[in-house]
């Protein structure tokens, strides 16, 4: 079973359709105790960094998940699911994030118009990759997002964009993988790497 946790950040029915019409179960996580006997975790979400990382904490999802990657379950983020797991964020001040990608997250600091959003390449750094099975090394995700992931330890960087400047968009640790695009949003490669995560992740 696939667990989707919903900390009230974002729309998660298109995910849940995304993974359904892959053939694959899963259920919305309302709270920490619904957790038990999950196999894997997505972390979802939209909006400002700092208010999502509230809503981690306030809906007791927060201490949850650090257990959970200390017990090596996998996690896939999405988007704001991503950035949450660095260290700390600097949409509209500075935020701690869960900790377990050490890096930020910062606003984009070239003068193109953000939020970046559209289809974009993404050069896959490490195509053996369970998550990447399948996915050409340069092929194109859906982004909506003005700020960027910068992880300290740049072998954890598996998959780059560039938009004015290059930028995480895909990052991994251990069993716990990231990414900032929209799979659910990406058409087929995204299906692709959602039934990915699923099956071999």
């Not at 968009?169 to 790497?193: N, T």
Request: proline residues 5%; contains cysteine; glycine residues 12%.
């Amino acid at each position: 079973m696939i667990g989707i946790i919903n900390y009230r950040c974002g729309n998660l029915q298109n995910l849940q359709n995304a993974l359904d019409s892959l053939g694959h179960a899963s259920v919305l996580l309302n709270g920490p105790g619904e957790m038990e006997g999950v196999q894997k975790f997505i972390l979802p979400g939209v909006g400002a960094f700092g208010h999502a990382a509230a809503n981690l904490k306030e809906f007791g999802f927060w201490e949850p998940l650090l257990r959970a990657f200390e017990a090596k379950v996998p996690i896939l983020g999405i988007c704001v699911g991503l950035q949450l797991l660095f260290s700390k964020g600097y949409e509209d001040g500075e935020h701690e994030g869960l900790g377990l990608i050490e890096g930020e997250v910062v606003k984009f600091s070239h003068d193109l118009k953000v939020p970046h959003m559209g289809w974009n390449r993404v050069n896959f750094k490490a195509p053996g990759d369970p998550l990447l099975q399948g996915i050409g090394p340069k092929n194109w995700f859906y982004f909506v997002h003005s700020y960027a992931c910068y992880p300290k330890d740049p072998t954890q960087v598996i998959g780059s964009a560039q938009y004015g400047q290059d930028f995480c968009a895909v990052a991994k640790r251990d069993k716990l993988w990231g990414v900032q695009f929209h799979p659910e949003k990406s058409q087929e490669d995204g299906l692709k790497l959602l039934d990915n995560f699923v099956r071999f992740c």
